[in-house]
């Protein structure tokens, strides 16, 4: 008797610890559990509970709910391996339009004749001319005035204003009867000069760089709206030396 109490006490005992392994309170048991399984379900949400006996119910349930899955699942759908070698949709650039036109090939002097000369022709057109050197020197300087008695009397202020810098008048050329005010060979030095003069009440004196008349120099032509540069070439009839091109980006 002894010995089949204990073995009836041995498979009670196992039972008891198969039991414990199966519900998963070892860890050791989590595969056959109700919540991974639930986890592991595709596509729980199309599910559906419905009583016995409502099929007619359940095949129209399930043909609805089908097609919007199998869309969701097309929509989702990556990329073929087919689509992936084919180029994108080229967009064509804007085209280009010449707002500037940029003429090589002047002397400094002939660029200033030339833009004088034709400025007044063009009035829709803006016209600039671009040194090709750095400048030699720096004049302070007012303006051209109108004839020497003008110069005169302009001199006549400046020193009444208390200037003792020596003043020369510009007999001759483009600046005609301007008032120099001292000829120096940088630029910091000419607005020092220039700050003095304004502290002191000479308000229409300025600085004006110096560029040899026979260095090279360049013309840009804008459109006085920003549009498109007119053809040029009747401006430029006659001189084969004058090259034109697209003015630099800035």
């Known amino acids: ?32 559990r109700e919540p991974q399984r639930l986890d592991e379900q595709k596509a729980a949400e199309l599910l559906r509970i419905v009583p016995s006996g409502d099929g007619a119910e359940t095949a129209s349930t399930l043909s609805a709910v089908a097609p919007a899955a199998a ?38 002097a002939d660029a200033r004749q030339w833009v004088a000369a034709n400025g007044a022709k063009m009035a829709d057109l803006k016209f600039s001319v671009v040194p090709g050197e ?10 051209a005035l109108p004839g020497k008695e003008g110069a005169e ?10 200037v003792t810098t020596p003043v020369r008048t510009v007999p001759d050329g483009p600046e005609k009867f301007a008032l120099v005010f001292a000829t120096l060979p940088s630029e910091t030095e000419a607005r020092s ?16 760089a110096r560029i040899p008349p026979t260095a090279p120099a360049q013309v840009e032509v804008r459109a006085a709206d920003g549009g498109k540069v007119k053809d040029l070439k009747e401006l430029l009839a006659g001189r084969s030396d004058i090259h034109s091109g697209d003015c630099l980006p800035r």
């Open 1 to 32: 008797m002894s010995f089949l109490r204990l073995s009836f006490l041995l498979l009670v005992l196992a039972n008891l610890l198969m039991y414990a392994w199966g519900q998963g309170y070892w860890g050791g048991g989590e595969d056959g």
């Open 153 to 162: 009397a302009k001199l006549k202020e400046v020193k009444a204003l208390g």
């Open 71 to 108: 869309l969701s699942v097309t929509a989702a759908a990556p990329a073929t391996v087919a689509d992936a070698g084919k180029p994108a949709a080229l967009v064509a650039p804007p085209p280009t339009v010449a707002s500037c036109r940029l003429l090589s090939g002047f002397k400094l």
């Open 193 to 208: 000069l220039l700050q003095e003069l304004m502290g002191k009440g000479v308000k229409t004196a300025r600085v004006v």
């Open 134 to 143: 750095a400048p030699a020197s720096y004049d302070v300087l007012i303006s």
